[in-house]
């Protein structure tokens, strides 16, 4: 297995321009996450997953969008980049089932500069 | 007041130490306690995992919760120059949502 692939590794946006964050599982899993991470804030949840086409915010949602038409892909779409998106961007996955639920796989990370 | 509270660090030890690194939180229906560790430019992989109370061992590291105090840690005996990475605290309300809250991490330094 795969796990959780994420590409590209790394991008630099000029404002205003948009891009797609892609991100895969190969697990199977029902539950899709993507964080954003700045240095020394820990995680901040964007969006989530439940399953294919159901979608809901986290805490962080404004300038992003998600979409899950399948269960393997979870992409994030950013409109309209801004100097406060740059960040490290992490998706995650994780089985629903309580006792496994808690155990999250991530990927190895996008990172974005917008300039 | 955030949820889940964890110092930044960093923290500096020598090879062969004992390591404590905790969180504290707030929200009381916490029940399901995650540790994470981020090795450089990685993502998080889970370490250690606990439900409720009580300690878990896993080799090298033990996961301690004290939801009387809403205070977790996590030891690191023996501490090697690997273990070098932040570790990042995360929870979860039983019954909840599946969304852990994650605390901000703690870089740690082994130095030999």
């Known amino acids: 297995n795969a796990g959780v692939t994420q590409t590209p590794k790394f991008r630099i946006l000029k404002i205003g321009q948009s891009m797609t964050l892609q991100c895969a599982q190969d697990?199977?899993?029902?539950?899709m996450y993507w964080y954003r991470q700045d240095p020394g804030m820990g995680l901040k949840l964007i969006y989530y997953?439940?399953?294919?086409?159901?979608?809901d915010k986290g805490e962080v949602p404004n300038g992003y969008n998600v979409s899950r038409s399948t269960t393997e892909d979870f992409p994030l779409r950013l409109e309209l980049a801004a100097p406060s998106q740059t960040s490290v961007y992490f998706c995650?996955?994780?089985?629903?089932?309580?006792?496994?639920?808690?155990?999250?796989?991530f990927g190895p990370g996008t990172r974005l500069l917008v300039l | 007041q955030k949820e889940v509270e964890q110092d930044p660090g960093p923290l500096s030890v020598p090879e062969g130490a004992i390591v404590s690194l905790n969180c504290t939180y707030s929200?009381?229906?916490?029940?399901?306690f995650m540790w994470y560790r981020q090795y450089s430019r990685k993502g998080p992989e889970l370490l250690m995992y606990?439900?409720?109370?009580g300690n878990k061992e896993d080799g090298r590291f033990t996961a301690q919760v004290d939801k009387s105090s809403k205070y977790i840690s996590l030891f690191i005996r023996d501490s090697q120059p690997s273990d070098s990475a932040t570790y990042l605290c995360?929870?979860?309300?039983?019954?909840?949502?599946?969304?852990?809250?994650f605390g901000r991490g703690t870089s740690l330094i082994v130095h030999p």
């Open positions: 697990m199977n899993h029902n539950y």
């Open positions: 995650a996955s994780s089985y629903t089932e309580r006792l496994a639920v808690e155990t999250q796989y």
């Open positions: 997953s439940v399953g294919a086409g159901i979608t």
């Open positions: 606990t439900y409720s109370s």
């Open positions: 995360a929870m979860d309300a039983s019954g909840g949502s599946y969304i852990p809250t």
């Open positions: 929200n009381s229906a916490f029940q399901y």
